[in-house]
């Protein structure tokens, strides 16, 4: 075994995988976790765990790997993070923990979310449950949303020994982890409800079909239903779209929507009646990680599909892996390419997809060179569904049933970083809510944040 590479995980076959919806990557099994584990240095100045956004305890998870004591690296991961399983899974580990590794300077980096994942994986299939620490203080927090941010701040208050109980618009909890990330990168019922299992045993309630600012305020939770503090994670799942003539048409769909309907509703699966429109030539628009999903999704649904970019391979904001996921299982990819106009037939449908050719220009404020248009470079794109992956911002149905909640122009709570605090007493929010779209783990440790915001704040009054 060459000890600057990392031991490889074993993969389906992208051939066979573009056909299905099971999981692409099969994770280590114990030979190749112990494996990999032993390439760690268990260096003196670790820089990984400073990678990592909730600071998990890198080097000593990974050399109980390395010994074979398994139930103690999982031990050493909830205390830092209630949903390994997941971040294994899908965090930006090459810009983070493994961005920051030091046996990656001469070669490859420790494959630590792979062994976070082997880790999540092994302790549920072996029974581990977190423990439950502290006794119940009295005081009833509310939760909106049950996405990664909701959940934490949820979990981590529970074992402080608060009430919690979590409201859910949608009828599953997990936010993006449910309706969003796709079954073949992030399974459902094996892995994201397992982890969701593990917070309500910590002691949190989760009520799911209720959409506050509508079914009820936060005025009137905190006046009438008795919780003294609220932690806002609601997300950001208000899809962008570009404006462009045709965007009204039949055959356009947000990710969003596309996706919800996939992985909430089930649409690729036969035995569920919330079918989808499956589309046989479909132009995804946009090249982030939500763009790569959409893409392979409607590449298994059977369609044959093109993302449409409008800057080149170095910019595109998506992960490498699903980059590379994406381009192996035969997605076409038009780099510096903008549409223009989706065209439609007589019925209203869509037919194609006008497009211009980019070259990159300076960098702007995203410190990305800026594309800018060539003329008289326009051409067609075929395709009869068109799905729009520009990105998201928060719905601003709650800051505006919220009297004096402080939001941005972007549509953004504004709250402090540290603690979640908002401009309303008893108020924090954290994660895309805040943020904007952005990762799972710093909705994690927004999450934590509040937290430990809602704990300073009632421990005070
Ligand atoms: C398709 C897709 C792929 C992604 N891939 C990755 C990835 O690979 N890696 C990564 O790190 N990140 C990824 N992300 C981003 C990541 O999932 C999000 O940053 C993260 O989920 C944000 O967590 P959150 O808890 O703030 O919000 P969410 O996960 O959005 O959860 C918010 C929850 O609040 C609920 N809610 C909203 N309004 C109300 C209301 N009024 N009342 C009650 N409930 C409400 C929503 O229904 C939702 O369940 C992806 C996102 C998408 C959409
Ligand atoms: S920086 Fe890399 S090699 Fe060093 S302790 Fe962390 S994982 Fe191990």
Redo the contacts with the bound molecule.
Sequence with gaps: MDAMKKVPVREQEPKVRAANFQEVCYGYNEEEAVAEAARCLNCKNAKCTGGCPVSIDIPAFVQEVKGHNFEEAAKIIAKSSALPAVCGR???QESQCEGQCIRGIKGEPVSIGKLERFVADWARENGFVPEVTADKNGKKVAV????????TCAGDLAKLGYEVTI????HE??????????EF?LPKQGVVQPEIDNVRKLGVKIETN?????AVTIDELMDDEGYQAVFI?????LPKFMGIPGENANGVFS??EY?TRSNLMKAFRDDYDTPIVAGKKVAVVGGG??AM??ARTALRLGAEVHIVYRRSEKELPA?AE?VHHAKEEGIIFNLLTNPVEINTDDKGWVSGLTVRKMELGEPDASGRRRPVEIEGSDFTIEADTVIMALG?SP?P??SSTTEGLETNRHQCIVADEANGKTSREGVFA????VTG???????ME??RAGARGIHEYLSAK
Aim: net charge negative; proline share 6%; aromatic share 4%.
């Design positions: 899908v965090c930006p909106i949303g049950s996405g990664p941010a909701g959940l409201f859910e618009a949608l909890p997990g936010g993006v982890l449910t309706y969003g990330i796709p990168r209720v959409v506050i600012g509508k994670g609601s997300g950001a799942g990710a969003n996706l990680n939500v999903d959409a992960r699903e998201t719905n149905l709650i954290g994660g895309d809510a779209a952005a990762t799972v783990i710093l909705a927004a999450g």
